[in-house]
């Protein structure tokens, strides 16, 4: 690939997204149209903002990697993404809006009132939030290397470095506009060179495409417990990320938050069409990639393998600028949602500790991604959504569907779920992932059940320390509220004309 | 790959570490049984650490809750039997044995509570009772009641004391009671009033367009009904954005039925902090500030911006006008509460934001003569326990 491409496509998205975030808001208007001034975050933009933050390297390269790699199995990964929205949609989505709550800890101390369960999801969150960007700067220097033939460490620096611009220039005014491009231009990254190299093939005569279950990789394939696991941990693991959850905030009330859910719901189904399609077109044209260990790099080197030449150099930089929207929208909006949590519960809240907690909340995975090595990245973060699932997602719903819940317990199950899933996940690293046994490799099926069981036992032990809040809380959380004041129509008026 | 030299040197660091704390929190334990100093000063800690912990206790005032863990405490003052703390009607708390005078325990203090002086009487075969009243200010409030084989002179002042003590802390519970109180009446004192000449001009404006323009006259009186509606409002300390924006192009409105083209406005507002709670009618006396001692006193146009932005976990708003500003001084005065006069509604704003978010929410003020006025307001978005 012709490296000057891969690094204006690198280029271009970064300036998009930072003139997006810096503009999206210079547009000022006088009183005369007040009520386009104050219209709130239609369900549309923010459904594609979600997906902008929530489409991350796993999505963007691992899955067609791993559709390379091991087939019909790997359909699993785009479901369970896709599926854990339906659960935040059942479960999460309108009470967590309702309780005015901004940030899971928020959510807990309001909850629990306790200042202990705060701290200890803090923790938690802030956990979760840099294994997840992990993933991120090896995909960032996965596409760095192959694109540019530059060093992998480029690509990392080069996204720690734009994100970190921008959120601390407070150029994440106009976060939601940012993430829904990146939306888009990400579904369009993947959508046109699918549909241009499908096409192609059908004039140059294609070969069959049917036998996708067929496995010419020879590895192994994965057994009924993993694919349970792996389900468990994806679709539990969706309702406690927090950069997702902080976007719901900004829908008005719990009823526009739902619509929002569902209109993800579409918008990644969509998605998730072209990188198994990517896959496919791997498994017929590209298969030596699965065997000299590049499988990630798949979505990449497609086009310029089948095409060639300028259409295939072209095609080559669409992609890449959508891998960096990406590995941009992710890291992000992780980091936003991570400084905040940070700042406030370290650095008192203030607009330098925010910006002070920005820069810890990126340094520290970008320290984590040098002395780790990059596996497969739709692996990789499917061990994130496991970890989540075991602690932050048993006291998000037991929070908001159980009256019996207390701190005591929270905190106990929490532990009890970081220390059984992070356990068994560096053990399992420290093993290879060769040699561990698979319920080692994906404990969700067991740490999750665990985490619950131990919340709910504990809780009931220590009934007295159920707060006297909980009624009005839950009657918060679960009542439906007013529309906000740009959302009424204006009644006197239309009466008078 | 199992990797065994970094495996047995985690495994060291791990022992070491584990080594380290045991060696660490027992020479702490031993160093804290040493420096414990002579008997005296022994008993000395002890019935002060005891009186401290019950202190503790009683500060929400006389509850059984409270009583009850307060009792133990102070049993082991007395060195009693048994004790009970009482209050005008009940028994709040027993610690000790004899539990089954707990029922003749009213009758035996009747007479205590009603002339609040200490007694001595047997309340059974083996056991007398010194029952001392808690007089808080010139009231009778409760009784405390020690059980002992022997009610000696030692006894009875001991007991008077402590009854004595307990009654300096249900004072103190009182005393905070009505700082809370006091506390809330000055946020309800403290929530904005629309200003009387407001009303006067509007209505003078309106009066003015009855004849040559009354279709506009006609929305602009419904414009004013709905503004004192949302300001007269009586529920409720909290709004959102939303509302509290849309109660201000109200506002301007009818400040440009009076003003015409004097006023201009501009708004950018990030969509994403319009949900945010904000306490009620704290934006729009900012507004109309900019617009009285801003625009007023200025000949020519005056321009004023509002600003709404997503700032991490905060949203914070901003409103600039490009009047003849403030002098820095005579502000700070009035923000102290130490003038009155113009801007006090900017005191009450600031005041009534430091009340609820704490001091470092207060309003920021960038001002000179002559050279505008831009006021910042940071309000966290996380606020679960405020109903808008």
């Not at chain 1, 739709?378 to 075991?390: D, N, Q």
């Not at chain 1, 068994?424 to 994906?442: C, D, E, I, K, N």
């Not at chain 2, 704003?349 to 831009?374: F, S």
Request: hydrophobic content about 50%.
């Amino acid at each position: 690939m012709n490296p000057a491409v891969g690094l204006a496509a690198f280029l271009g998205v970064a300036l998009a997204t930072a003139a997006i975030g810096f503009y999206g808001l210079r547009i000022s208007r006088t009183t005369g149209d007040f009520y386009v001034a104050s219209r709130t975050v239609r369900p549309w933009w923010n459904a594609s903002a979600i997906g902008g933050e929530y489409l991350s390297a796993a999505s963007f390269l691992g899955v067609a990697g791993l559709i390379l790699l091991t087939g019909t199995d790997a359909l699993w990964f785009p479901v369970g993404y896709t599926a854990g929205y339906l659960m935040l949609l059942l479960f999460v989505a309108a009470p967590l809006r309702r309780s005015g709550a901004y940030t899971i800890p928020d959510f807990t101390e309001a909850r629990l009132q306790s200042k202990a369960v705060r701290r200890v999801t803090s923790l938690v969150v802030v956990a979760v939030g840099w294994l997840y960007i992990v993933p991120q700067l090896h995909g960032a220097g996965l596409t760095i290397r192959i694109s540019t033939g530059l060093p992998s460490w480029v690509g990392s620096i080069a996204v720690i470095v734009v994100v970190c611009l921008t959120v601390v220039a407070g150029g994440m005014r106009s976060i939601t506009f940012v993430q829904a491009f990146q939306y888009w231009l990400k579904l369009t990254a993947l959508a046109v060179p699918v549909v241009f190299l499908l096409m192609h093939q059908a004039d140059a005569g294609m070969p069959a495409l049917a036998d996708a279950s067929s496995n010419p990789t020879g590895l192994p394939a994965a057994g009924l417990y993993q694919t349970v696991s792996l389900l468990v941990a994806l679709l539990f693991g969706t309702l406690g990320l927090p950069h997702v959850l902080v976007r719901f905030y900004t829908n008005p009330d719990g009823q526009s938050a739902r619509r929002t859910t569902l209109i993800v719901l579409g918008l990644l189904s969509v998605f998730y069409l072209f990188p198994t399609a990517s896959g496919l077109l791997g498994r017929v044209f590209a298969p030596e990639l699965a065997r000299n260990g590049q499988p990630d790099a798949l979505v990449l080197l497609l086009p310029g393998k089948l095409l060639g030449g300028v259409p295939g150099d072209l095609l080559s930089a669409l992609v890449v600028a959508g891998a960096f929207a990406a590995f941009l929208s992710t890291t992000s909006g992780l980091v936003v949602s991570l400084a905040g949590v940070i700042s406030q519960d370290l650095l008192g809240g203030s607009v330098r500790g925010f910006r002070v907690a920005a820069l810890l909340a990126a340094v520290v995975p970008l320290s984590f991604s040098f002395t780790t090595d990059s596996t497969a990245l739709a692996g990789s973060v499917g061990l994130v959504f496991a970890f989540t699932a075991s602690t932050i997602c048993p006291v998000l719903l037991l929070g908001i569907w159980w009256r019996g819940l207390s701190d005591t317990g929270a905190i106990a199950g929490m532990l009890t779920g970081a220390v059984l899933c992070g356990g068994a996940l560096v053990a399992s690293t420290f093993m290879g992932s060769s040699v561990a046994p698979g319920w080692l490799a994906q404990p969700a099926a067991w740490t999750v059940p665990a985490a619950f069981g131990v919340m709910i036992l504990v809780s009931r032990a220590t009934k007295h320390r159920i707060p006297g809040t909980v009624t009005r809380l839950m009657t918060r959380l679960h009542v439906p509220e007013r529309p906000l004041a740009s959302e009424r129509p204006l009644a006197t008026k239309r009466q008078l004309r | 790959m199992p990797d065994s030299p970094l495996v047995t040197a985690a495994a060291i660091a791990v022992i070491v570490l584990a080594v380290a704390v045991v060696v660490g929190v027992g020479l702490k334990v031993v160093r804290s049984f040493r420096e414990l100093g002579t008997d005296a000063e022994r008993a000395t800690y002890q019935t002060l650490h005891a009186a401290s912990s019950a202190g503790q206790h009683l500060r929400t005032g006389l509850h059984a809750a409270g009583a009850a863990k307060a009792s133990k405490q102070l049993r082991s003052l007395l060195g009693c039997d048994a004790l009970a703390i009482t209050d005008t009607e009940s028994v709040l708390a027993w610690d000790g044995s004899a539990e089954e005078l707990k029922a003749v325990l009213m009758g035996l203090a009747a007479g205590v509570l009603s002339d609040a002086r200490t007694v001595v009487v047997s309340a059974s075969r083996e056991l007398n009772a010194v029952i001392a009243p808690i007089r808080a200010g010139n009231r009778v409030v409760g009784a405390v009641a020690a059980f002992a084989p022997q009610a000696g002179a030692g006894l009875v002042r001991a007991t008077s004391e402590l009854a004595d003590w307990v009654a300096v802390q249900v004072e103190l519970a009182e005393l905070d009671a009505s700082r809370t109180l006091l506390i809330e009446a000055e946020v309800r004192a403290l929530r904005a009033q629309i200003s009387p000449h407001f009303i006067y001009n509007s209505l003078n404006a309106i009066a003015s367009f009855i004849n040559t323009d009354p279709a506009r006259a006609r929305e602009l009186v419904v414009e004013f009904a709905d503004f004192t509606r949302y300001s007269f409002r009586r529920h409720g300390d909290f709004t959102t954005l939303a509302e509290e924006l849309r109660s201000i192009d109200r506002y301007l409105l009818l400040e440009k039925a009076r003003f015409g083209d004097r006023v201009q406005v501009s708004l950018r507002i990030a969509p994403e902090v319009l949900s945010t709670v904000i306490p009620f009618l704290s934006l729009q006396p900012l507004v109309e500030n900019a617009v009285r001692h801003g625009l007023e006193a200025k000949e020519g146009p005056g321009h004023i911006t509002i600003c709404a932005n997503d700032s991490g976990a905060f949203a914070e708003v901003t409103i600039e006008d490009d009047g003849v500003g403030i002098d820095p001084e005579h502000l700070r005065s009035v923000l102290a509460g130490h003038a009155d006069g113009d801007h006090v509604g900017l005191r009450n704003v600031d005041a009534r934001l430091r009340q609820v978010y704490g001091d470092e929410h207060g309003l920021v003020i960038e001002t000179a003569p002559g050279e505008g006025t831009l006021i910042t307001m940071r309000v966290p978005k996380s606020q679960p326990s405020h109903d808008a």
